[in-house]
């Protein structure tokens, strides 16, 4: 009887022993498994570029983006960011819209980027861009950026100043329609304009003029137009409009390091006017950094024509280029947004930390 408790309680023993170094080895993998993860975490931490895309205010849900919206957007944006953007107007429209310039990071900061979109009405998907961009780095400023700093911390040492929407009035006629115009006169002669018939493709301003041919560097060394129309009247003179104007003061108001208009529908970064020496080198490195954020590819040689990259370049002397978004025709479908962002969405945190 002692020999038989004996073997059941050696065989006892042993199956807690076994079950003992079982435990260890699970707790083992358990304990690897953890510190596995634990790395992974802070190594992701460091190479996270951001982290969140809430989209709690800029709806990207809709299938256009108008100016109330965008107004709309500014305000909750300025509301809930108030120690990231500042805001204030460079100017109104010929229909009394309100040109909107948003400053993201410190205002003060040693380093500026001048980024306007919209020049063109029917273009009225990059401002959906720009202002996406924008409540991305408000929302990620604590985040670790592209160059191993904080979101905050780059546009601390390089701010942007924001056009996001430079012609509203055509925007409202492309999307709405001339009938939402405010005042009675300018429908009237809107409606007698070339162009009139086919309001979505609408590019100039609420008088009839091409705003992207009112500059007077090149001014009216192209005329396709004798008179106002849907597109490419340079104007009777250069700056006759209020949004260029507006346009003028505000790309005068700092220095700029670097300057980007935001147009459509190529997929490419057109820089190349014919500048020398140092304006050279620093357009062509704008360009060069633009095409490593984006993706596109370079644009042809372009001739001065009264554009506003043309005088941002020669009258300023501050390198500005050309993104062309898109690859079809304007106004851009919707099922184009996402390709858009994917390509877009970096521009502005990686761009500024090129000039930190």
Same mark, same amino acid.
């Given at each position: ?64 983006? &108008? ?6 957007? @500014?305000?909750?944006? &300025? ?19 309100? /040109? ?12 500026? @980027? ?6 063109? !009405? ?25 160059? !191993? @700093? ?27 329609? @001339? ?47 004798? !008179? ?59 360009? &060069? ?36 978004? !898109? ?12 390709? /858009? ?16």
């Amino acid at each position: 009887m002692g020999v038989v408790v004996a073997v059941v309680v050696a065989h006892v023993v042993d199956v807690v022993e076994q079950t003992r170094r079982k435990e260890t080895k699970t707790m083992k993998k358990i304990i690897r498994l953890l510190s596995i993860c634990m790395i992974l975490t802070i190594l992701l931490g460091t190479m996270t570029v951001y982290a969140v895309d809430n989209n709690d205010i800029v709806d990207t849900s809709n299938h256009t983006y &108008t100016f109330q919206e965008m107004e709309e957007d @500014i305000k909750l944006l &300025t509301e809930k960011h108030p120690d990231k953007i500042s805001v204030s107007t460079v100017g109104t429209s010929v229909d009394g819209r309100a /040109l909107y310039q948003v400053v993201l990071g410190n205002k003060n900061a040693k380093n500026a @980027i001048y980024i306007q979109s919209t020049i063109h !009405g029917r273009e009225w998907m990059n401002t959906w861009i720009m202002l996406e961009q924008l409540e991305l780095c408000c929302d990620n400023w604590n985040m670790i950026a592209p160059h !191993g @700093i904080t979101y905050g911390e780059v546009f601390n040492n390089c701010c942007i100043y924001l056009l996001p929407m430079v012609n509203p009035d055509g925007v409202t006629i492309s999307q709405l329609g @001339i009938e939402a115009i405010n005042r009675e006169e300018i429908r009237k002669n809107l409606y007698n304009m070339p162009g009139a018939n086919n309001p979505k493709r609408w590019k100039a301003n609420a008088d009839g003029v091409d705003l992207n041919r009112q500059f007077s560097y090149g001014w009216n060394t192209r005329i396709d137009v004798n !008179g106002p129309a849907s597109e490419n009247f340079n104007g009777l003179k250069a700056f006759t409009e209020p949004e260029a104007l507006a346009m003028k003061s505000a790309m005068a108001q700092r220095e700029f390091v670097a300057a980007i208009t935001y147009h459509s529908m190529e997929g490419a970064i057109y820089w190349d006017l014919g500048q020398t020496g140092v304006l050279r080198d620093k357009v062509k490195a704008l360009a &060069t950094h633009c095409h490593n954020i984006t993706g596109y590819k370079y644009g042809e040689v372009s001739p001065c024509k009264g554009l506003e990259y043309n005088y941002m370049n020669f009258v300023e002397n501050t390198p500005m280029v050309c993104i062309e978004t !898109g690859t079809v025709q304007c106004p851009l479908p919707y099922s184009q947004f996402n390709k /858009l962002w994917k390509e877009n969405h970096m521009l502005f945190v990686a761009l500024a930390g090129c000039y930190q």
